[in-house]
């Protein structure tokens, strides 16, 4: 009979970092489920201010993609480089991204949804557009931060936080997070929605190995910025 072995104190850390963000997760989840109906009638409330409006959504982000890998890299006071904050490989990451792109691409284009380039569309982002300079610069400002900055941060935290508890030859921070990815949005089982699920999937995989291999978030980052929900 074999012994079960016990758990090192790394390996307890980082369980414990991934129920960090698992509940820090479902609960902003459960809060934007809950405030679903009221949160569309907010955002379009014109007699509401934009950046009012933008920030408030934001959060709403913020709480499902963000939060909790920060608090984790907070409370266990990671530095920028561990958080992949660093100059070294970060055209090599973006480049290696960009290239696992060009499937989504592909399938825009073969499937005729390929309708121009607009980076981070997200709900508020038409009615920031309209409104004045300063409220656009501000706005965009916002959305760059919860849906680009923190979204692609995100991705790398719990990829890393997975890979170092459960270290694997098929990077499975990776697999998972793109396996989230594809769960979380809107998908069809039609013939064009299975291959966009094949794509995101692939985007996403290859988005984070890349990230992983050069322990660099830039990547990540750019990916949100300038690529999802850009096309």
């Known amino acids: 009979m074999t012994m079960k072995k016990d758990l090192t104190v790394e390996q307890k850390r980082l369980e414990t970092d991934i129920w960090i963000v698992a509940l820090t997760t479902l609960a902003g989840f459960i809060l934007y489920m809950a405030l679903s109906d009221n949160l569309v009638h907010f955002i379009d409330n014109d007699e509401i201010p934009i950046l009012l409006r933008a920030l408030a959504t934001g959060l709403v982000q913020f709480s499902i993609a963000g939060l909790g890998s920060s608090i984790v890299c907070i409370v266990r006071k990671d530095t920028f480089s561990r958080m992949g904050f660093k100059k070294k ?132 980052i750019f990916a949100f910025l300038f690529l999802w929900n850009a096309f």
């Open 89 to 220: 490989d970060t055209l090599k990451t973006i480049i290696g991204t960009v290239a696992f792109f060009v499937p989504y691409l592909i399938y825009l284009l073969v499937s005729g949804q390929l309708n121009g380039y607009m980076p981070l569309s997200v709900l508020v982002t038409k009615d920031i557009l309209v409104s004045g300079i300063f409220n656009k610069v501000v706005g965009m400002l916002i959305v760059g931060i919860f849906w680009g900055f923190f979204e692609g941060f995100n991705y790398y935290i719990i990829s890393r936080i997975i890979n170092e508890r459960y270290p694997s030859k098929l990077n499975l921070g990776a697999i998972l997070c793109a396996l989230i990815c594809v769960l979380i949005h809107p998908f069809s089982t039609s013939f064009w929605g299975i291959i966009e699920i094949v794509v995101n999937f692939i985007f996403i995989y290859g988005m984070v190995n890349c990230a992983n291999k050069t322990k660099n978030v830039w990547g990540c």
